[in-house]
């Protein structure tokens, strides 16, 4: 079967540093996506992990366990512009089809 | 390079009808993917098409049926539309090949179905 988890909300300060935690159980799993969803948008890339590991791409930095099913999206001097859901989805051995999370809606405060 | 597109924007239907939805993916993309979006069950994956096959599919019923062209655009089709089937529906195009899994997906705008 397939269970991912992530926090419904979190609200954090203009410059300041969020991290939301994804946990799953997902069978045949291959790697793990985070998007970004602004209200009314469709979802955008932000990244990909697929080995173990902290991935870092500008404000955004993301990180597997593959052996703990766990994932983490780290966004650094947060703006206001980052208010949205962001989206945790794994992607197994079936393809073309994406598991998301619910997401976490991260509002950013001034 | 443009991105996914989608067309129509929004669409309002009765219950009972039938809608048709279309996708085009991005340039060189040949895997096309549809998603279901709703505040209550969140994003649900449909049907995958890759070189006018499907290739995957979710746990939706038979109402729910799609196809894709030769030249890669995508269209999926409801029929006897229910109010449930409100929702925004997705498209997402990759480069994945025949036996690639791992290539991120890139979105289009989506469709917003409202069932009256």
């Known amino acids: 079967g397939q269970n991912i988890d992530q926090p419904t909300e979190m609200t954090a300060t203009e410059g300041a540093i969020v991290q939301i935690n994804c946990t799953y159980q997902?069978?045949?799993?291959?790697?793990l996506f985070w998007y970004q969803q602004h209200a009314g948008e469709a979802p955008t890339f932000l990244s990909y992990?697929?080995?173990?590991g902290l991935e870092e791409k500008g404000r955004f930095s993301s990180f597997l366990s593959r052996s703990k099913g766990y994932s983490y999206l780290l966004l650094k001097e947060l703006q206001m512009k980052d208010s949205a859901s962001y989206l945790c989805a794994t992607e197994t051995d079936s393809w073309g089809k994406l598991q998301f999370g619910a997401g976490t809606q991260v509002v950013v405060t001034p | 390079k443009a991105g996914v597109t989608q067309t129509p924007r929004y669409l309002i239907k009765t219950r009972g009808q039938q809608v048709t939805l279309s996708c085009s993916p991005i340039s060189g993309h040949r895997s096309v993917s549809w998603y279901q979006q709703t505040p209550g069950q969140g994003l649900q994956f449909l049907f995958e098409?890759?070189?006018?096959?499907?290739?995957n599919k979710g746990n939706f019923p038979g109402r729910f049926s799609g196809r894709q062209f030769s030249n890669s655009r995508s269209e999926m089709n409801v029929s006897t539309l229910e109010l449930g089937d409100s929702a925004l529906y997705l498209c997402a195009s990759s480069l994945a090949a025949g036996g690639d899994l791992s290539y991120e997906q890139y979105f289009g705008p989506g469709t917003r179905l409202t069932v009256t």
């Open positions: 098409y890759f070189s006018e096959t499907q290739r």
């Open positions: 992990n697929v080995l173990d």
């Open positions: 997902t069978s045949g799993f291959n790697g």
